[in-house]
């Protein structure tokens, strides 16, 4: 494969290695905790060969290089969560005594990082609303050192100048972080448009089947030199052999998964925003130039499967739709290829205060949708159906 590929071909042939032994051209699974360092003693431990599976293993190489490629960055390192991924470069990159912006919306647990933990270990985090470059302007300090935000946010997915926002940090020698798992780089690409560092949850569209966790990061190679040995040698999030094979395997038909959780989201939008029960629909799709930020619609390339909408009727309108779904699963994740439908406010973001979530949109008839690869018909039909019950 060259490096000019088109991004389908990248997603099945970038990183692949067959079996040197005989082969195989799936990849094979490494299952072992270590590796034989015989002979190696001698010409003291030489780099770059495997020693143990917490800090490198081929099956996770094969998954590190395909991410680099995708999303043009010179390396990645993979986490047994996305959380794994995301805490690493926090714990890498900063200090105590040093200052971060991060975005007031967040996924659930990201929030909780940076509200809690990351006051623990004496991290100081400003919160912003990064769609506001005044804001982020604002907020930088001397010991400023990342900037991080999500895009589409999660759950409201309001959309951040990642161009902007970079060309900001950068000028004032912070680094940006975006966590891509909502486009993942079919339809986004961080790296591309200033971002020094991308995350990911693989949990979501990556793997794209709901049957493993894992998180990457992909960034220069002095960046994940340090998040290697500071986040799996010394800390140890690592990612097993076979969840790797498993996200490997699902990045395969990212390309057909993502068109067609598109394809549906934006049938699935159209149709909600026809709905009396419904107050408001965001989705990606539905003005991407908004607040005339031409760079906005230009930063994405496809708009995915998150559709998040308000029902009228609060929190009650908003348990009784999801108490009625027939179809569709009520469950926390998203990216599956089964439609999966949640509450954000008592479940993926309960650990924001009412006041906060209530100040960024998150509110009590806020119901986000993951949308799967089942036919449009099928899931517009059960929306429907439960929409009826109000
Ligand atoms: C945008 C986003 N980032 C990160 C995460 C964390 O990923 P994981 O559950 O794999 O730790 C999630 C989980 O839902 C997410 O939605």
Redesign the pocket.
């Known amino acids: 494969m060259t490096y000019e590929s088109g991004i389908n071909t990248k997603l099945i042939h970038a990183g692949q290695r067959p079996s040197p032994d005989n082969g195989a051209l799936a990849q094979p699974i490494y299952q072992t905790s270590s590796f034989s360092v015989d002979g190696l003693l001698r010409s003291g431990m030489k780099r770059g060969k495997y020693v143990y599976s917490r800090v490198s293993n081929p099956t996770l190489t094969s998954l590190e290089l395909k991410m680099a490629t995708l999303e043009g960055g010179d390396a990645a390192v993979s986490f047994g969560?996305?959380?794994?991924?995301?805490s690493a470069v926090l714990v890498t990159l900063l200090e105590s005594g040093d200052h971060m912006i991060a975005d007031r919306v967040?996924?659930g647990?990201?929030y909780e990082l940076l509200h809690n933990v990351a006051a623990r270990l004496g991290i100081n985090v400003s919160f912003v609303d990064t769609t506001n470059s005044k804001e982020v302007a604002n907020a930088i300090q001397e010991n400023t050192k990342l900037v991080y935000f999500?895009t589409p946010a999660?759950p409201t997915l309001k959309l951040v100048d990642i161009r902007r926002v970079a060309a900001i940090a950068s000028e004032r020698g912070a680094k940006t972080v975006v966590?891509n798992?909502?486009l993942t780089p079919l339809y986004q690409k961080p790296l591309e448009l200033g971002a020094d560092i991308v995350?990911?949850?693989?949990?979501?569209y990556l793997n794209g089947h709901g049957d493993a966790?894992?998180?990457i990061v992909v960034s220069s190679y002095e960046d994940a030199t340090a998040i290697r040995r500071a986040a799996l040698r010394d800390i140890g999030a690592a990612l097993s052999p076979f969840n790797a094979f498993l996200i490997l395997r699902g990045i395969h038909t990212l390309g057909v998964r993502m068109e067609r959780h598109s394809k549906n989201a934006a049938e699935l939008a159209a149709f909600l925003q026809s709905q009396r029960a419904i107050e408001r629909v965001r989705y990606p799709g539905i003005d991407p130039g908004m607040q005339g930020n031409s760079n906005l619609a230009k930063q994405m390339s496809g708009f995915g499967g998150m559709i998040a909408f308000e029902v009228r009727g609060g929190s009650e309108a908003a348990i009784t739709f999801l108490n009625n779904l027939k179809l569709c699963t009520v469950a926390?994740?998203?990216g599956d290829t089964a439609t999966i439908a949640e509450h954000p406010g008592l479940m993926?973001h309960s650990v924001m205060p009412r006041a906060e979530r209530d100040a960024v949109g998150i509110t009590d008839g806020l119901i986000r949708i993951s949308v799967g690869l089942e036919d449009i018909a099928d899931i517009e039909k059960d929306i429907a159906q439960a929409l009826d019950t109000l």
Do not use: C, P, Q, R
Request: glycine residues 14%; aromatic residues 8%.
């Open positions: 969560s996305g959380m794994g991924a995301i967040l996924y647990s990201t999500e999660n966590d798992t909502f995350v990911h949850s693989a949990t979501k966790l894992g998180g926390v994740s998203l993926t």
